[in-house]
């Protein structure tokens, strides 16, 4: 066997390898969770694990409402009200292309649903909207908060939909 293919032999085990060790890596407390007004119900932290690497960066009011959540209630069936029932408008966000707000609606103190009341209107942002605005509504409906996914490819978008919105819930959860 000629030296260059034992060569380009050991070169592609070392490199798949190589690539299994990287893949097979796990980090932990990779999923920090940002604090939403009023965390209460929900029991848990609202930070990472016990890796150190919690965000101290995001929005809303981390100071209101914070700690075990059995402080205020609502007096319903067992469980507090996390968000008072309305209609809520959020803050307008200024995005490069132009203003970005949404508006909530909370039913048995849970969101039912999600408005976007002002976006871009240039084609560009429209077409990036039209999709990635039903996979923030999904995940703010699962979620129950502000804390959405972001929509790959529509990194103002996402930011822009999670700081409007949690304005209204902020509101909201005054009113709780």
């Known amino acids: ?3 260059s293919t034992i060569k380009s032999i050991v070169a592609l ?3 798949g390898a190589g690539s299994a060790l990287v893949l097979g ?7 920090v969770i940002l604090p939403v007004a009023d965390n209460g119900g929900s029991g848990g932290s609202t930070t990472s694990s016990s890796s150190g690497l919690g965000s101290t960066s ?3 009011s981390t ?4 700690g075990s959540g059995s ?5 319903q069936s067992g469980s507090t009200a996390k968000y008072a029932d309305g209609t809520w408008t959020g803050t307008e966000v ?3 292309w132009g203003p970005f707000e949404v508006q909530v609606v909370v039913s048995g103190g849970k969101i039912t649903s999600v408005n976007v009341v002002e976006s871009p209107g240039d084609r560009h942002s429209s077409r990036i909207n039209n999709v990635a605005v039903p996979l923030l509504n999904e995940s703010t409906l699962a979620k129950q908060s502000a804390n959405v996914d972001m929509v790959s490819g529509a990194t103002w978008t996402s930011d822009s939909y999670a700081t409007s919105l949690q304005a209204a819930l902020d ?3 005054q009113a709780a």
């Open 63 to 66: 100071g209101s409402g914070s």
């Open 58 to 60: 995001g929005s809303g």
């Open 13 to 15: 085990a070392l490199t």
């Open 171 to 173: 509101k909201a959860a």
């Open 1 to 3: 066997m000629r030296v």
């Open 94 to 96: 200024s995005e490069p």
């Open 71 to 75: 402080g205020s209630s609502a007096g």
């Open 25 to 31: 890596f796990r980090t932990t407390g990779g999923d």
